[in-house]
């Protein structure tokens, strides 16, 4: 899947760089800094680590009988290693929320993601005092957005070590530490007590999930009576063919790309919702275009040259890609990050795809209520 070769070029749009790309202008435009060396060392993991965690995390997707569920089995491993591998890209090239929004038009990216963030505080009713849960809530982009305008009290449920610390480096450095903190726990066995929660939101982290009913669950364990989950699911939508190839493949990509163990239907979504007992509010897929929001969500991915977001662009990602690859070849960065950052690429292309034929939604918004009354 992996490997050097013209092939693997071809897939993902690959070749020989542009000789109007000087060396200079592609530092200037990547921005080659301390934030750029972390990302390309993947130092936390320790340069002998980064290898074998990126072999462990491939082997998992191997195709034989049984695939599926084995990575359902290991969703807690297959989440852990691939965070380790891409927190740092993620971050360099994403920033501190990694997740999608839809956008106005004229509206940049780090507005778009802010917005879609408040969107659940406003929805949820957050407000000063209240026991919030972000499940999934990665380096804590969302989190501190979120108890800024809020005044709530933000738990960040992570089971990777390295996000945790570097989601508190950043919380202090907001001066967010009293109202924002993290909790170490797999988000199927979060060691809080049942009912001690006023609201839940997850963005794009449910999906790695083993099952929806699993995750839900505790979900509704741990809310209060009348109190609210929402969440941004990524799912397959009614236009996904499970028999047609080329979305079979599309839907493989981004598992492979983006550490999933399965990706269901919006409509396996609603139905688990409501088998662990919850009360459906509302639910839209987000990620359709329209008047409102006319800019689709991939479009930073989609080909073409944005200044605005050049590293996220297939060209930013295309240098990129070679920038790391020649930083591996000479000994900077250790062997396992140009296969972590193809993993990435297989994530691209899968998410392009997928969005462009509608098969896909990385944000199919529902919000639902923990009865008052248990029967």
């Not at 990126?54 to 695939?67: F, I, L, R």
């Amino acid at each position: 899947m992996y490997k050097e070769d013209q092939g693997a070029q071809r897939k993902f749009g690959l070749g020989q760089a542009p000789s109007i790309l000087s060396s200079r202008s592609v530092l200037k435009f990547l921005r080659i800094d301390r934030g750029c060396i972390r990302t390309m060392s993947l130092a936390h993991l320790g340069k002998e680590n980064v290898e074998n965690t990126a072999q462990n995390y491939a082997s998992m997707y191997k195709e034989d009988q049984g695939a599926v569920e084995k990575r359902k089995e290991s969703y807690a491993t297959i989440a852990k290693q691939y965070y380790d591998l891409v927190t740092d890209f993620y971050e360099y090239g994403w920033g501190q929320s990694f997740h999608f929004a839809p956008r106005h038009a004229y509206e940049s990216i780090p507005s778009s993601l802010a917005r879609h963030e408040l969107f659940l505080a406003l929805r949820l009713g957050l407000k000063k005092g209240m026991k919030v849960l972000d499940v999934g809530c990665g380096i804590g982009g969302p989190m501190r957005e979120i108890a800024r305008f809020s005044g709530a009290n933000v738990i960040g449920i992570n089971i990777n070590d390295y996000q945790i610390k570097r989601g508190t480096q950043l919380n202090q450095q907001a001066g967010l530490s009293s109202t924002c903190s993290f909790l170490k726990a797999d988000f199927l066995k979060i060691p809080l007590e049942e009912g001690s929660v006023d609201a839940i939101y997850a963005l794009d982290a449910t999906c790695h999930a083993p099952d929806k009913v699993s995750i839900y669950s505790e979900m509704y364990r741990l809310l209060k009576p009348g109190g609210y989950f929402a969440a941004y699911e990524w799912c397959v939508t009614d236009e996904y063919d499970a028999t047609n190839p080329v979305h079979q493949e599309i839907k493989k990509n981004i598992e492979i790309g983006d550490g999933l163990p399965n990706l269901d239907s919006t409509e396996d979504v609603l139905a688990a919702l409501q088998k662990c007992g919850f009360e459906l509010v509302e639910h839209k897929d987000l990620a359709i275009v329209d008047a409102i929001n006319p800019v689709a969500w991939y479009q930073p991915f989609a080909p073409g040259l944005s200044l605005q977001s050049f590293r996220v662009t297939a060209v930013g990602k295309w240098i990129t890609h070679y920038l790391v690859a020649g930083l591996e070849k000479i000994g900077f960065a250790p062997k396992g990050t140009t296969s972590t950052h193809e993993m990435l690429m297989l994530a691209h292309d899968g998410m392009v795809r997928g969005g462009k034929t509608g098969i896909f939604t990385p944000m199919f918004f529902f919000m639902v209520r923990k009865p008052l009354s248990q029967q």
